[in-house]
T-cell receptor, first 114, second 113 residues
Framework: QQQVKQSPQSLIVQKGGISIINCAYE??????FPWYQQFPGKGPALLIA?????SEKKEGRFTISFNKSAKQFSLHIMDSQPGDSATYFC?????????????FGRGTSLIVHP | ETGVTQSPTHLIKTRGQQVTLRCSSQ?????VSWYQQALGQGPQFIFQ???????GRGNFPPRFSGLQFPNYSSELNVNALELDDSALYLC????????????FGAGTRLSVL
């Protein structure tokens, strides 16, 4: 059972455009929602994260929008750049034994054309 | 760089063999988690160690086992390798004071023939 569903699987945007990746979750116990960025040959790196008590969080060109009632959240990349080309994973976690072990989505491969 | 190093970077084994993957955590991090990332998929949680004790496990069979050492380095052992074990294996470390934030290594690419 996939607890975190991510779409689209791949995304191509032009430089300067907006990239939008969507995720939906099922487990209402989740209370931490990070996004990870992974470049080829590298491990995932935390990009930005949100808790369900806020509806939006912005860090530079990256924004998370969160809809608790719909159990959905999304990543918006404004002014997308070729250097943003990577695979993006949403995740969700809840404190289990004091640790937040994330459940990942299947990933979105983003290509930004110059 | 995250300060988390994994070795080897690539490995080729045959079905039925055993493999040991190694991870050196970031300094000061006492928790390490291991993940399996199949091609085109997100990382799947295998297990977690805290101060040398396993304190969380995902849906993986017992032939996946691990160790964490006093210096917080760790190993992932897989016995009786199957073709479906071919994947990128990632370790991630975190500190007590930041339970949400974990730092991933670049992974070990395992191919089982």
């Amino acid at each position: 059972q996939q607890q975190v569903k991510q779409s689209p699987q791949s995304l191509i945007v032009q430089k300067g455009g907006i990239s939008i990746i969507n995720c939906a979750y099922e487990n209402t116990a989740f209370d931490y929602f990070p996004w990870y960025q992974q470049f080829p040959g590298k491990g995932p790196a935390l990009l930005i994260a949100i808790r369900p008590d806020v509806s939006e969080k912005k860090e530079g060109r990256f924004t998370i929008s969160f809809n608790k009632s719909a159990k959905q959240f999304s990543l918006h990349i404004m002014d997308s750049q070729p250097g943003d080309s990577a695979t993006y994973f949403c995740a969700a976690s809840s404190p289990s034994g004091g640790s937040y072990i994330p459940t990942f989505g299947r990933g979105t491969s983003l290509i930004v054309h110059p | 760089e995250t300060g988390v190093t994994q070795s080897p970077t690539h490995l080729i084994k045959t079905r039925g063999q055993q493999v040991t993957l190694r991870c050196s955590s970031q300094s000061g991090h006492n928790t390490v988690s291991w993940y399996q990332q199949a091609l085109g998929q997100g990382p799947q949680f295998i297990f977690q160690y805290y101060r040398e004790e396993e304190n969380g496990r995902g849906n993986f069979p017992p032939r996946f086992s691990g160790l964490q050492f006093p210096n917080y380095s760790s190993e992932l052992n897989v016995n009786a390798l199957e073709l479906d074990d071919s994947a990128l294996y990632l370790c991630a470390s975190r500190a007590d004071r930041a339970k949400n934030i974990q730092y991933f290594g670049a992974g070990t690419r395992l191919s089982v023939l």
